[in-house]
């Protein structure tokens, strides 16, 4: 599922958006759940991505195969890649091959350049190498393998990067989501058990909820959080704070007041890593100093 704070994140998305660009409240509501939506599509594309990788790695043994001249490696190929154990996981999930039934341009074309390329890179590098000349087959190492692979191949590659973001521009800004999302699916696969589920948008209608009211009370209570950040600013004006700052700490703000239930430690925490993706490099010391004084001066606990 995806965890709160990518929800919080998409709801500080929203505000900045709001910001910059005043919409009807719905229409922003609705544009929120269906950025939320598209992470899931690039989540699926870049699970697509990994199958294709040994769709054609399969591609160019039975290449090998028909060729008039044949080396030994063309006649007995190493298909340990191909045999990997967590690519045959992906490429036989149900719902990964329903929702891409469901959308085709999240399939790869096998003679896609990038893709191509990718798979010569990690064909050339040492780490590929390596694995291919190992004896035997471990489902832990298999997973090892594939989980460097995306890191070094998709969640690094800046290449990937550009091309994604020409595929789809809110992809971008949601890439680092899509990738966790990517790395826990990896991570969450067992030997002996099928992969039938991948990971959830939305858990449920409390996160749906939660999303919702976060939003309505932020935008709502905007005027009234600008009073109490200028309240508790020593030395600064209001006006010199940047607004991804006041977005960040009005939504902080709004979930402090109307979520009573969280600890503030927990909100806190969750903005200062909210203020790592978004704002400036110094903006997290900043946010956690004047969340941490309202918390104080409410004994908010």
């Not at 929800?7 to 900045?16: A, L, N, T």
């Not at 001249?69 to 191909?82: A, M």
């Not at 990038?114 to 040492?126: D, H, N, P, S, Y």
């Not at 780490?127 to 004896?135: H, L, N």
Request: charged letters at 35%; aromatic letters at 10%; one cysteine or more.
């Amino acid at each position: 599922m995806l965890g709160r704070r990518q929800i919080r994140e998409k709801v500080v998305e929203s505000v900045y958006s709001y910001c910059q660009n005043p919409i009807k409240f719905d229409v922003l509501e609705k544009n929120m759940f269906s950025s939320i939506e598209k992470i899931y599509h690039l989540y699926i594309y870049e699970l697509n991505f990994l199958v294709a990788l040994k769709e054609v790695a399969e591609n160019q043994i039975e290449i090998g195969k028909n060729k008039y001249i044949k080396t030994d490696s063309d006649i007995n190929p190493n298909q340990k890649f191909i045999n990997n154990q967590i690519l045959k996981k992906l490429e036989e999930n149900p719902e990964r091959l329903f929702f891409s039934g469901q959308h085709k341009m999240l399939k790869w074309d096998l003679h896609d350049d990038l893709l191509v390329k990718t798979f010569q890179r990690i064909t050339a590098g040492k780490r590929y190498q390596d694995f291919m000349k190992e004896e035997g087959y471990s489902f832990e190492d298999d997973q090892k393998f594939i989980g460097k692979l995306f890191l070094r191949y998709l969640a690094e590659n800046d290449d990937f990067h550009n091309y994604i973001e020409d595929k789809e521009l809110t992809w971008s800004d949601d890439l680092h989501i899509a990738n966790s999302m990517v790395q826990k699916t990896i991570g969450f696969l067992k030997e002996n058990e099928d992969s039938k589920t991948l990971i959830k948008m939305i858990k449920d209608e409390d996160d749906k909820d939660f999303a919702a009211k976060l939003l309505r009370e932020t935008l709502n209570g905007w005027e009234n959080n600008e009073k109490k950040l200028a309240e508790r600013l020593d030395n600064w004006d209001l006006e010199r704070v940047s607004l991804m700052d006041k977005v960040i700490l009005s939504t902080a703000l709004s979930e402090l007041d109307k979520f009573p239930l969280t600890p503030s430690r927990v909100i806190i925490n969750e903005y200062i890593e909210i203020a790592k993706v978004f704002a400036t490099d110094r903006s997290n010391i900043f946010i956690n100093g004047i969340l941490d004084k309202y918390c104080k001066d409410l004994n908010r606990i």
